[in-house]
């Protein structure tokens, strides 16, 4: 790159990728409760190579790499390992980037028309089976204990992305697809169910109002919702060399409400004005009303114009989005339920599709609208009271994951797990709180000797 040129902000800092695969055992400060037992996985965007174009590269489509931090007694060990997907494999054969990510005219001649995946988003364990997941593509079976990719579950015949949910109590895993069909960037989407012990037992496909990134839906006990917000996809756009993804704000924003006993041909179309939403917290009912709590922004974060010029920086807020079943009206209502800037929500996974009272989020403490979250807070529906963490000295947290202290303990009785980048010393920790006082800090820290890149989500696993 000529020197002069600008440094792609998501290839330099904690952003950077880190190429090694190691294996620690960490150091602990504090002490890590004996009840807990398991494994944090996070997973990220590390390409194993400088990107065709780096200026142009984008955050969402490097390789996926998993960390796995095992907790056994007190001690911690940590693993990570490349996704190897067969565009991994491809490029790791060539000893260089091949794929274009978003813009597939901008790869290689050699790779046009093959498999980009890049299990890159999250990490998520069903059916006792460890799975890598992304945007576009078939999820990825690992093994949870040494990381090993073990390749694509083939059941699910298609694309499948990132943000399944799964039923407490029923051990389903609902999912869906966006962008499906023959043409790539197409309105084409997928609903689909796996039952408890891993079966595909559904997969049925739809027309969307446009063509949308829907990084996550939403599901309750008898329904799913499926977000189409502004920003869109277009091929057409992407042969011109403008954005294969941007942010057109004139499309409108709708969900689909689908009970999910029935067929994709009932979805009920609701609207509300142009935002966009990454992530929800949860969702339930109440009687002929189904309420979301979703984050929030403006315009789409991270994404371009449909022209090419830069988006406007937005932040997320926590708002409840409810949808009148029983009324004569396809608008949704809207209200704000907390004033502080935030991303990644998570709920105590025992009442997801139910009716929650916590929650937990990385959070902006000082409102700069960008991603780079300073704190970590906690949420009480019930009461309205909020506690924050703020970490200082520029360090940041990744997406905080809940876990409970028994089976049958009470909502929000547990820990809360979460990995920090100490910017100071340009390395990361694993923390460990008392989920509902994270405001005294964490109960124990594991101290990683290097640092751990900035990544999109995890989820704990006991096994």
């Known amino acids: 790159m000529d020197g002069n040129a600008r440094i792609n902000p998501y290839l330099a800092g904690n952003f950077a990728p880190v190429r090694s695969e190691d294996d620690f055992d960490l150091a602990v400060k504090g002490e890590i409760p004996r009840e807990l037992r398991g ?42 390992r490349y996704v190897r997907t067969p565009k991994w494999r491809l490029e790791n054969e060539a000893g260089k980037a091949l794929f274009g990510g ?48 073990l390749g694509y579950d083939d059941a699910y015949v298609g694309r499948t992305t990132a943000h399944p949910k799964i039923d407490p109590a029923t051990g389903e895993m609902v999912w869906f697809g966006y962008g499906v069909g023959e043409a790539p960037l197409s309105a084409g989407m997928s609903y689909g169910v796996t039952d408890a012990a891993g079966k595909v037992v559904r997969r049925d496909d ?11 839906f939403m599901v309750t006990a ?25 942010w057109e704000p004139e499309k409108g924003a709708y969900v689909g409400v689908m009970r999910r006993d029935a067929d994709v041909s009932t979805i009920r ?24 709590d979703v984050m929030r922004y403006d315009v789409a974060p991270l994404f371009p114009k449909a022209d090419g010029s830069p988006g406007d920086r937005a932040a997320a807020r926590l708002v409840r989005w409810t949808f009148d079943l029983a009324g004569s009206s396809d608008a949704i209502k809207e209200e704000p339920l907390d004033d502080l800037d935030g991303e990644f929500p998570r709920v105590d996974p025992r ?11 990385a959070a902006d403490s000082k409102g700069a609208a960008s991603i780079r979250m300073d704190a970590l807070a906690h949420i009480d529906l019930t009461t309205g009271k909020r506690q924050v963490y703020e970490l200082g000295g520029g360090d940041m947290p990744s997406e905080p994951v809940f876990v409970p202290r028994s089976a049958d303990a009470p909502e929000g009785d547990g820990w809360l797990t979460a990995v920090v980048y ?39 696993a006991s096994f």
């Open 206 to 216: 739809f027309q969307a109002p446009f063509a949308s990134m829907v990084h996550d």
């Open 39 to 80: 494994a944090l996985f996070r997973t990220g965007p590390n390409p194993q190579f400088e990107p065709r174009n780096p200026e142009g590269y984008h955050w969402f489509t490097g390789d996926g790499m998993i960390h796995g931090f095992y907790v056994e007694d007190g001690k911690v060990r940590y693993r990570n």
């Open 422 to 460: 100490r910017a100071g010393e340009d390395r990361s920790d694993m923390l460990v709180f008392e989920a509902l006082d994270i405001a005294k800090g964490p109960i124990a820290v594991a101290e990683m000797p290097r640092r751990v890149p900035f990544g999109f989500h995890g989820n704990w």
């Open 102 to 149: 978003f813009n597939p005219m901008a790869g290689d001649p050699s790779v046009f028309g093959k498999d980009g995946g890049v299990a890159n988003t999250n990490i998520l364990w069903h059916a006792g089976r460890l799975l890598a997941l992304e945007e576009g593509h078939k999820p990825t079976q690992m093994d949870a204990r040494t990381l090993e990719t």
């Open 351 to 361: 009442v997801e599709t139910l009716k929650h009272r916590h929650g937990w989020y």
């Open 222 to 246: 008898n329904h799913a919702l499926f977000p189409i917000l502004p920003l869109t996809g277009s091929l057409e756009r992407a042969m011109k060399g403008l954005p294969g993804f941007a």
């Open 269 to 292: 179309w609701f609207n509300t004005e142009a935002c966009y939403v990454f992530h929800p917290l949860n969702s339930w009912e109440e009687g002929d009303r189904i309420c979301c």
